[in-house]
């Protein structure tokens, strides 16, 4: 046994030098390559599964009806499912399309099952974007999808960005972790020319694909999985910096760990699934997929020696309070230097303030809630996909600049 938990550690470690390059190598060491601007030409349909959202949908469907872009080129569709409150008619009022599903409706993912299958047996589009009803939509999304059309990507993520960072530490952090993850880790790939991934939301899939694919999602997180088989199928999948989505963050810690173990969930259930036909495919993009895959449960592995050596080392620290002492400050410096991490994505997203203090401070507790919802994801049965309420219908995102 201590031979196996030593190699998983050790995988844990290359797996966690491969995140860092590939999060941050291409940033540092790559120059963006800039996507050409050309006419507008694709038609585009906007996808919007939306449960008891009549607080925000109507402001969604308002930000993209106001897209600059061709409006004979694209279409909005609003997809109710197990509503109690009006959705329908917010999103109707608003100017949306309204596609209905049948059947039992238990996740995002079975709502686009049915929602693809529609609107490409009806035909007459290039691509589709796939978007939470809580968002908002910044100008330019339908013009970079165009874009990253003709540049001959079938798949591509768009930015994805916070309506509500101030709010408290609990969105603040979560909108950190969501800058991280457009800022350096899908910005990084799409530099060194490696897949980037699905981020739930803000994202596009054309015509071509979704028929090749399907929307054969099984997991709790469809959007990995659908990464997945697109490694598998050979689809390359892009990034689309212009194209930029606001999200509206939890406010809850206990909702934010419930979303996380979910993902986790989800996570491991792709790994049992497509792990090894992945690394079987012998290409850069499943391996890729693969390693994110077992990171969740090799990061759970390899933290076992730590624990361990902790543990061991405890009465050498008790005998000698001082060095319980440096133990201490090596931790506030760890935590100031995670705290710095938030800071930097706070100010490269033109930010920070003093609003931003609860997201900063908080950011490296919120990271490291993750190792204990892990352990516990891995040690009981898959949670059931939950509702999370979205109650901020504002007009534009709170940047910090009096907007509201």
């Not at 507008?40 to 600059?68: C, F, T, Y």
């Not at 596609?99 to 691509?127: C, H, M, P, W």
């Not at 798949?155 to 457009?182: I, T």
């Not at 090894?276 to 020696?305: E, H, Q």
Request: glycine share 10%; charged share 20%; net charge positive.
């Amino acid at each position: 046994m201590p031979i196996v938990v030593s190699i998983c550690s050790v995988i844990c470690t290359l797996i966690t030098v491969y995140f860092a390059f590939t999060s941050l190598g291409g940033v540092l060491f790559r120059k963006r390559r800039e996507q050409e601007k050309r006419p507008p030409q694709k038609r585009v349909a906007a996808i919007i599964p939306a449960r008891n959202e009549a607080m925000v949908i109507g402001k969604l469907v308002e930000s993209l009806l106001l897209q600059d872009y061709p409006r004979e080129l694209f279409d909005v569709y609003v997809v109710p499912n197990n509503c109690s409150d009006d959705t329908e008619g917010v999103a109707r009022a608003a100017g949306a399309k309204i596609l209905n599903v049948t059947g039992t409706i238990r996740t995002k993912g079975d709502v686009l099952r049915q929602a693809f299958a529609q609107l490409t047996e009806s035909g007459g589009y290039d691509a589709y974007c796939v978007f939470d009803a809580d968002n908002l939509v910044a100008q330019g999304f339908f013009q970079a999808v165009n874009d990253a059309l003709l540049d001959g990507f079938h798949v591509a993520q768009g930015f994805r960005d916070s309506k509500n960072p101030y709010d408290n530490w609990v969105s603040g952090s979560f909108s950190a972790f969501f800058w991280f993850m457009s800022l350096c880790y899908n910005e990084s790939r799409y530099r060194l020319g490696i897949n980037c991934h699905l981020n739930g939301t803000g994202f596009m899939v054309s015509d071509e694909a979704i028929r090749a694919i399907g929307w054969d999602t099984h997991s709790l997180t469809e959007d990995l999985e659908f990464t997945a088989l697109c490694a598998l199928n050979g689809y390359r999948v892009g990034w689309m910096p212009d194209a930029r989505i606001y999200d509206e963050q939890t406010t809850s810690f206990w909702t934010s760990c419930v979303q996380r173990r979910r993902w986790t969930a989800g996570s491991l259930q792709c790994m049992r699934r497509y792990v090894p036909r992945l690394i079987g495919k012998g290409t850069l993009a499943g391996f890729d997929m693969a390693v994110l895959f077992l990171s969740n449960l090799m990061g759970i592995i390899g933290i076992i020696p730590a624990i361990g050596t902790a543990l061991g080392m405890l009465p050498f620290f008790i005998s000698h309070p001082w060095r319980i002492l440096a133990l201490v400050l090596l931790g506030a410096v760890y935590y100031l230097i995670v705290c710095g991490g938030g800071a930097l994505m706070y100010k490269f997203m033109g930010k920070l303030n003093r609003k931003a203090l609860p997201g900063i401070f908080g950011f490296p507790i919120f990271l490291m809630s993750w190792m204990p919802i892990n352990i516990f994801t891995c040690l009981t049965p898959a949670p059931v996909w939950k509702e999370v309420k979205h109650t901020r219908g504002i007009d534009r995102p709170d940047d910090g600049k009096g907007q509201e």
